[in-house]
């Protein structure tokens, strides 16, 4: 079960990543505590995590808000492929600087990407989900942390 | 705006061959166009720490910025293989790793800087002028 503490590093990661990769700030909302998956936008970027602490930590967001988080970023692709690469890149950045606080060996995986369905994300047995609400300009997207 | 070389003794500012490694390639697409240095010319870009490899055999980078997680061979297995092939390389690690024993780890193999995602273009730019001062 996440710690106050720890939750706000992943809150800490969210707000830095949209100010510093968007050069805008999101505007986070209050974190809840739910049981099973909660349910999922367009893509989804998956990080398994490993080590001293084992779940699974995932960002999940519309096509339409992906679309404009790339034109922020100058990138100028907006294919499938480039959605997928996206939310990988936002889930391994938020998870990989949760290390400056949770240490080394909180190991992450490479990302893997769920799109176009709406699927049950596997969550490991025992643990309940934190959903980390996201407001960016007129979209909405969540940071999901389960961890033991 | 690009970044010149200083030549304050009048020879030409040294070239530097680029190559940059990240398994994504809106990151790969950003590093190479957030540089702004005219003397990094780019033979190449890859995608896991094998196909690093074999690039780098084939094109000889001087400077090569380099992810940590990745599929096949990750970044400090990458950094340290690299090292060995030609010493001189100068490695900027661009990584979401955030902790202190990781970024240790990376300069013990080999890597001369260290800059974390997400990062501004000025940071990268930065990071870079500090990797080819020297």
């Known amino acids: 079960m996440l710690q106050e503490q720890e939750l706000k590093t992943f809150v800490e990661g969210t707000t830095n990543y949209f100010e510093v990769a968007a050069q805008q700030p999101a505007s986070i909302g209050s974190p809840y505590l739910t049981e099973g998956?909660?349910?999922v936008h367009d893509y989804t970027g998956i990080i398994s995590i490993s080590g001293k602490r084992e779940g699974i930590v995932y960002f999940t967001a519309p096509r339409a808000m992906l679309t404009v988080l790339l034109m922020k970023m100058q990138e100028n692709d907006f294919s499938h492929e480039t959605m997928r690469d996206l939310v990988g890149e936002v889930a391994n950045t938020i998870?990989?600087?949760a290390r400056r606080d949770f240490g080394r060996d909180f190991i992450i995986s490479v990302p893997s990407v769920l799109a176009g369905e709406k699927p049950e994300i596997p969550l490991p047995p025992g643990t309940r989900s934190f959903v980390i609400p996201i407001?960016?300009?007129s979209h909405s997207a969540k940071l999901v942390v389960s961890l033991k | 705006m690009a970044i010149n070389g200083s030549a304050p003794n009048g020879r030409a500012p040294r070239s530097f061959k680029l190559m940059i490694v990240d398994d994504s390639n809106i990151m790969r697409r950003r590093i190479e166009r957030s540089q702004q240095f005219d003397?990094?010319?780019?033979v190449g870009t890859a995608?896991?720490?094998v196909d690093a490899i074999e690039?780098?055999?084939r094109t000889d980078p001087d400077v090569v910025t380099m992810d940590l997680t990745m599929p096949q061979m990750d970044g400090i297995e990458c950094i340290a293989k690299l090292v060995e092939l030609k010493p001189a390389v100068r490695i900027l690690?661009?990584?979401a790793l955030a902790d202190k024993a990781t970024a240790v780890e990376a300069m013990e193999k080999g890597a001369n800087g260290f800059l974390n995602k997400p990062f501004t273009d000025r940071q990268l730019n930065e990071a870079i002028a500090e990797l080819i001062r020297e």
């Open chain 2, 55 to 57: 690039l780098f055999r």
């Open chain 1, 95 to 97: 998870s990989g600087n």
């Open chain 1, 135 to 137: 407001n960016w300009r």
């Open chain 2, 93 to 95: 690690v661009i990584s």
């Open chain 1, 37 to 39: 998956s909660p349910a």
């Open chain 2, 47 to 49: 995608g896991n720490g």
């Open chain 2, 39 to 42: 003397e990094l010319e780019l």
